[in-house]
């Protein structure tokens, strides 16, 4: 099982014993409104679950999908991710959903810079990228701490529920290869 400490958490591969948790979390609506995918239903969780662990097996992997855990009781706070968008390109995606009751208390800004770090560390990355919704400022503001510059509005970037919504678009790139010389 894949392991990932920072100060307060440790992020880990999911298992099936994880399934009341996320799906407390990934039911809510409330968490759902920015985001493409959910309120979940049950058997949407447990297809959730089997993909992560599916991935977790994964001989070579190119993406980690990690429950966000406290160091101190293992309760799930919510998930964390980073895949691999283009390996020719060296570019990765991230993204993140903390069960509300853990809102606020940096627990996001914690995960999002561990798997920052592992996009550049094991994936190679040069370049990470993470979007969010223009209304969703708590998600915009943790982007920003982690060290993710706002590049732009995406216009009608994605249809979420039947609604087109534009998206912010940010990103980090590996501060090596930013300042390097291609000259």
């Given at each position: 099982m894949f392991t990932l400490t920072t100060e307060r958490l440790v992020l880990r591969?999911?298992?099936a014993a994880d399934e009341d948790a996320v799906h407390q979390y990934a039911s809510d609506p409330v968490v759902c409104r920015y985001v493409d995918?959910?309120?979940?239903?049950?058997?949407v969780t447990r297809e959730f679950l089997a993909d992560a662990t599916l991935e977790a097996a994964g001989v070579e992997r190119r993406s980690f999908?990690?429950?966000?855990?406290?160091?101190?009781?293992?309760?799930?706070?919510?998930?964390v991710a980073v895949w691999e968008v283009s390996a020719a390109h060296r570019r990765a995606e991230l993204g993140f959903v903390v069960n509300p009751k853990f809102q606020g208390q940096g627990y996001a800004s914690e995960a999002g810079s561990a798997v920052l770090e592992l996009a550049f560390a094991r994936l190679g990355a040069q370049r990470v990228q993470a979007t969010c919704r223009p209304e969703n400022s708590a998600s915009a503001s943790v982007l920003t701490k982690i060290g993710m510059v706002e590049e732009g509005r995406m216009r009608a970037h994605m249809v979420i529920r039947g609604t087109v919504v534009d998206s912010l678009l940010f990103a980090a790139v590996q501060p090596e290869i930013a300042s390097a010389d291609f000259a």
């Open positions: 591969d999911f298992t995918w959910g309120p979940n239903t049950l058997a999908t990690l429950a966000i855990t406290s160091k101190v009781d293992g309760t799930v706070i919510g998930s």
